[in-house]
């Protein structure tokens, strides 16, 4: 379509916003959503977060006493993929015409700090490593170094998940939704990396605690100990129901999502935690089936009944039902393959606090303002 000044108009943005190649000036504003570009680094974000977790693996299983490591390799040469992928789409979009700043879609202008703050973060985590040592455990968690590469991991993972909800409209599939399911799936990976600790209840047998024998000499320190693991495991069922809740109802309250997205969100999302503090207990094997039960549920319930905040009672049996059925398949899956120390009571009322907190959660974002 021509324009009186002699341009010519393209098909509006994915933001609705006019786009128009000017004679002897170039695209005019910025370039619209690429679903290569999404994917590129909705991917890239996947590998980064993973790899974290595999360099948390490795402090476990084997000595790592310098920065250089093949498993800080991992998640370093993700961001460089990163990286190559927006300089080489920026500068295709160049040579078409567009200005500098309208090289990448307006969806990732924010995002993209984020690579120069894990760029920052990774050069203070090498003088850290080297000022301080080697982290081992939880410390490594709380690094304030790991912490500034998690944000700027966070940033990068939005890029996706922005582009897709600015084309709401066209991300009416499954495969056009996908870079915004790993992008939430990279943040998933991010909040159980740095809360590790706060995982898995620990419900199985292998966690138990010293027996609590009366009259013995250590009956109150073996006591303490069981109140201790029991109280803390109930307390990571309400968190862990929370953050899995959270992600879903924030998902259905944005976006139509087709069956099968929830569960890839929940694999991708959790299995490798999973993996990477498994040694020879069954929590791997049991993670991905309270994943993929979950998920299931999720997706069969958006595709029969559409849950959102503007449907009230479908979005809160959504919000019960999802980490019921999370939790519910950890404690059945745990007592099937290891054996659970918790008793009934225990076991029961904490399944109950999953759907309690989904519940909760589900009133928070149904609340309006008043008038």
Not at 223 to 243: D, E, P, R
Not at 245 to 272: D, E, H, M, Q
Not at 293 to 304: E, S
Request: net charge neutral; with cysteine; proline share 7%.
């Amino acid at each position: 379509m021509v324009g009186s000044a002699g341009g010519v108009f393209l098909p509006p943005g994915p933001e609705g916003r006019e786009r128009r190649c000017v004679k002897g000036s170039g695209m005019q504003g910025p370039v619209p959503r690429s679903l290569v570009f999404d994917y590129a680094i909705a991917v890239c974000s996947v590998w980064i977060a993973g790899g974290f977790f595999l360099d948390a693996w490795a402090h476990g299983h084997v000595p790592v006493e310098t920065f250089f490591t093949p498993y800080h390799g991992v998640f370093y040469s993700g961001m460089l993929a990163g990286v190559v992928s927006v300089a080489i789409f920026a500068l295709r979009n160049r040579a078409r015409g567009y200005a500098w700043p309208d090289c990448i879609p307006a969806a990732y202008r924010i995002p993209l700090l984020g690579i120069p703050i894990f760029v920052v973060a990774g050069f203070g985590d090498l003088l850290w490593h080297q000022l301080l040592g080697i982290e081992e455990g939880v410390d490594a968690l709380l690094s304030p170094s790991h912490q500034a590469l998690g944000l700027g991991i966070f940033f990068v993972a939005s890029g996706p998940i922005r582009s897709v909800l600015a084309d709401r409209d066209g991300s009416t599939t499954l495969p056009r939704q996908l870079p915004l399911i790993l992008g939430l799936a990279a943040w998933l990976i991010l909040v159980h990396f740095g809360t590790a600790y706060a995982f898995d209840p620990a419900a199985g047998r292998t966690n138990a605690p010293p027996p609590i024998a009366p009259f013995d000499a250590h009956y109150f320190t073996a006591l303490a100990i069981g109140y201790y693991k029991i109280s803390i495991g109930v307390l990571i069922v309400i968190f862990q129901s929370a953050v899995m809740a959270g992600f879903a109802l924030w998902s259905v309250s944005k976006l139509r999502l087709r069956f099968g997205a929830l569960t890839c969100f929940y694999l991708i999302g959790n299995v490798p935690a999973a993996a990477a503090f498994t040694n020879f207990s069954p929590l791997l094997a049991v993670t991905v089936l309270q994943s993929l039960a979950a998920g299931l549920v999720a997706d069969f319930l958006i595709a029969r009944c559409d849950p959102q905040p503007e449907h009230p009672r479908e979005f809160r049996w959504f919000a019960v039902a999802v980490p019921m059925t999370y939790m519910g398949v950890y404690l059945l899956a745990t007592f099937a393959f290891d054996g659970m120390w918790w008793d009934w009571n225990e076991a029961l009322g904490a399944w109950l606090w999953a759907g309690i907190s989904g519940f909760g959660l589900s009133l928070v974002a149904t609340a309006r303002r008043a008038t």
